[in-house]
């Protein structure tokens, strides 16, 4: 199974862009990548998800290497509202793997 | 609105108890999932269901039981065969269509304690 690997934390200013990596050199052909973010006691928020090529939404958008052994989130100007711990997962609709995730604070 | 709901949101039992932790959801998914949460760890699959009345093991099983008998409801039971049954559980729900990937919808949890 595929492993992933993120920075414990990060910090960032209000309404500046937030890059959050994610490391996944284990990661199968068929694997999407997949960001979720969640707040304490609560269940995880979906963010984003892709395979090969860069994906944006109304949320943020998601850069992948394009040997796919890594990706990064980016938030292109943080809000209070976006301090939440970040999960980059990897996997299929069957299953994913989750790793640590990183703990973003967002500075007024 | 549509989503998941977890109930109850706290839950503590005793030892030697079974214990069934309840998910709903109202959007039509065809696929469900249970978590376990612990601090510092991430999420693990315990069981998954792609659709009604099939449901497949994930990582950590042992001393957990669930049911799929309808398509909006899947249960999960914490037998008193889980040694160490303390964490917060999420339930997950998406769309299956075969090939094509979507996110997954989380529940807010439920927190169980042994006491």
């Known amino acids: 199974d595929a492993k992933t690997t993120q920075p414990n934390s990060m910090e960032s200013n209000e309404e500046e862009p937030v890059h959050l990596p994610c490391n996944h050199s284990?990661?199968?052909?068929?694997?999407?990548i997949h960001w979720y973010r969640q707040l304490p006691s609560q269940g995880p928020e979906y963010v984003i998800h892709?395979?090969?090529?860069?994906v944006n939404n109304r949320m943020a958008s998601l850069a992948i290497a394009e040997d796919r052994k890594s990706s990064t989130l980016i938030l292109h100007r943080a809000t209070l509202r976006d301090a939440a711990v970040y999960y980059c997962?990897?996997?299929?609709?069957?299953?994913?793997?989750w790793g640590l995730g990183t703990s973003l604070a967002v500075n007024p | 609105d549509g989503g998941i709901t977890q109930s109850p949101k706290y839950l503590f039992r005793k030892e030697g108890q079974n214990v069934t932790l309840s998910c709903e959801q109202n959007?039509?998914?065809?696929?469900m999932y249970w978590y376990r949460q612990d601090p510092g760890q991430g999420l693990r699959l315990i069981y998954y269901?792609?659709?009604?009345?099939?449901?497949q093991k994930g990582d950590i099983a042992e001393g957990y039981s669930v049911s799929r008998e309808k398509k909006e409801s899947f249960p999960l039971t914490v037998t008193s065969a889980q040694k160490n049954p303390t964490a917060f559980y999420l339930c997950?729900?998406?769309?299956?269509?075969?090939?094509?990937?979507?996110?997954?919808?989380f529940g807010s949890g439920t927190r169980l304690t042994v006491v």
């Open positions: 997950a729900s998406s769309p299956e269509s075969g090939k094509r990937i979507y996110g997954y919808t």
């Open positions: 959007l039509n998914h065809d696929a």
């Open positions: 269901s792609q659709i009604v009345n099939d449901f």
């Open positions: 284990t990661i199968s052909g068929t694997d999407y």
């Open positions: 892709g395979l090969t090529s860069n």
């Open positions: 997962t990897t996997g299929n609709n069957r299953k994913l793997i």
